[in-house]
């Protein structure tokens, strides 16, 4: 995760909003978390497209990201998505990226990186349906080990957060040739 120093104090940074934040100057301004909810679905359900067709080996080939494979980029994509249902309901967002590799040891076949993908995708899908409109009513701060920020600012960074990723997912797979793994 990116930081930044100003005054001798370091900010961890989740979101655009905090960087404004911590140099006074304005935030820019955001997209409802309703709308940013439902642009995550593609994105998630692309990922989950490609995941379903590769075998363990590729799966944990360390890739040009940090060396990480893909089943640790899927648990690293994934997992904040399982987490922002209760975060919206709490206040809380406990994820900590850095013991992702925790999750992925669990996941010792290409069918367990795919149902963890699935469920975590289907619980976000039945969220996102469930509120709807309730997500662009509300929206509270929200806690994390890496700061404070509004819960439309937390699904606005994990919607990029997917997508970089995603890109690196394509380019992998493109890299050995597969252009559409479906």
Known sequence: MPAIVVDGRTTP??????????????????????RLAIETVPVLESW?????????????TPTPSRGRSLRNLTVNVFH??????????????????????????L???AADVVAFAERALAEWMGFVRTEGSALDARDPLV??????????????????????????????LRNRGITDPR
Do not use: I, K, M, N
Not at 48 to 58: A, G, P
């Open 13 to 34: 940074l989740l979101h655009v909003s905090q960087l404004a934040a911590a140099l006074g100057v304005a935030a820019p301004d955001a997209w409802p978390a309703g």
């Open 48 to 60: 989950l497209d490609s995941v379903r067709t590769l075998d363990f080996e590729l799966l944990t």
């Open 107 to 109: 996941l010792t076949s």
């Open 143 to 172: 806690s994390s080990p890496r700061g404070e920020v509004y819960f439309s600012a937390l699904v606005d960074s994990q919607l990029r957060h997917a997508r970089f990723h995603h890109d690196q997912l394509v380019d992998f």
């Open 80 to 105: 904040p998505f399982e987490l922002l249902p209760a975060a919206w309901v709490t206040s809380a967002f406990p994820w900590e990226p850095e013991r992702d590799d925790e999750q992925e040891a």
